[in-house]
Nanobody, 122 residues
Framework: QVQLVESGGGLVQAGGSLRLSCAASGRTNSNYAMGWFRQAPGKEREFVATTWRGGRKYYADFVKGRFTIDRDNAKNTVYLQMNSLKPEDTAVYYC????????????????WGQGTQVTVSS
């Protein structure tokens, strides 16, 4: 089992920045794909970004140029730097871990964190 714990959410004004962190523990494997998804009220969970060991990264079109995903394999931690935040970025952000090759679909990921709330005010 792998446990994922997110942190760093909060309330920020439009145009501001937040940095989310996700610490993995348990039977961690640095070969896991580590990703972020989000879910706004009344909407389905959607892909935000993911990163593979070796540095390959994938982003949803709506965050390209604003969000950056990074991972520290030594710390079993993945980060999501969010800049130029918009009110429509308001959601619960979830960290996920899955086998190497996991990308855009939630079903590709085996482990999930509890989520952290991000609220962007206008």
């Amino acid at each position: 089992q792998v446990q994922l714990v997110e942190s760093g959410g909060g309330l920020v004004q439009a145009g501001g920045s937040l940095r989310l962190s996700c610490a993995a523990s348990g039977r961690t494997n640095s070969n896991y794909a580590m990703g972020w998804f989000r879910q706004a009220p009344g909407k389905e969970r959607e892909f935000v970004a993911t990163t593979w060991r070796g540095g390959r990264k994938y982003y949803a079109d709506f965050v390209k140029g604003r969000f950056t995903i990074d991972r520290d394999n030594a710390k079993n931690t993945v980060y999501l730097q969010m800049n130029s935040l918009k009110p429509e970025d308001t959601a619960v952000y979830y960290c996920a871990a899955g086998p190497l090759g996991a990308t855009y679909y939630a079903s590709m990921y085996d482990y999930w964190g509890q989520g952290t709330q991000v609220t962007v005010s206008s």
